[in-house]
Every structure is written in C-alpha cells, then in structure tokens.
C-alpha cells in the first residue's frame, strides 16, 4: 500500500520559512515514480499547483505565485522530497498536497498524480 506522509506544517509569521517533507513508503522512488508534485488548497478555493519535481534530473517547475521563494528538491534514497517555503505571505495560507506520479516527470495537473498524502496546513500570519 503506498502512502506519502506530509509534515512540517504549522504556523508562521510573514515573511518567514518553513520546510515541508513528504515521504513515501510502499513504492521506491527511484523505479517507481517519475515525478512529484505540491500542491495546496486554501479555504474555499480549489486546488492549485505549487510546483514539481522529476525523478531523474531534479528538474523543477515552480508556480509563477511562488516562484523565487519556494523550492523543490528531493532525495531519492530517501524517497523525499521538500519544499523550503521562503519569504512567506498570508496568501500562502494552505493545506499543502504532496503529490507522485507514475507517469509524468513534470506535471502541473492534480489528475496526472497517482498518490496523494494527506495534506498539511500552513498558516501565515500578518
């Protein structure tokens, strides 16, 4: 049974950092998933895409929202990846998705993601 297990979530000022983990367990990262992504969602809005990751090259594609301030990278071995949150706004209050692909390396859809964690909340205060 694969589960990716978000954590590091929790409350910050504006303008500060946090770093998300997700890692996986009943898959190997390093045959099995092509990509992964985050993705968030705050109240009452849908969900959104925050950025990805590939597999083989650590490629990365950021949101245009985040960009410059939040950054991917992962750990194969690991079967982690991250997401260092800098410079955070109160607009990046979120429940935050981690996200693994089978098929994709990049993928900025939520429907090209075969596995999903369970979501953790960042809350921004200003």
């Known amino acids: 049974q694969v589960q990716l297990v978000e954590s590091g979530g929790g409350l910050v000022q504006a303008g500060g950092s946090l770093r998300l983990s997700c890692t996986a367990s009943?898959?190997?990262?390093?045959?099995?998933?092509?990509?992964w992504g985050w993705f968030r969602q705050a109240p009452g809005k849908e969900r959104e895409f925050v950025g990805a990751?590939?597999?083989?090259?650590?490629?990365?594609h950021e949101a245009d929202s985040v960009k410059g301030r939040f950054t991917i990278s992962r750990d194969v071995a690991k079967n982690t990846v991250y997401l260092q949150m800098n410079s955070l706004k109160s607009e990046d209050t979120a429940v935050y998705f981690c996200a693994a692909s089978r098929r994709f390396d990049i993928a900025t859809h939520d429907s090209l993601y075969d596995y999903w964690g369970q979501g953790t909340q960042v809350t921004v205060s200003s």
């Open positions: 990751i590939s597999r083989t090259f650590g490629n990365t």
């Open positions: 009943g898959v190997t990262f390093s045959t099995e998933i092509m990509g």
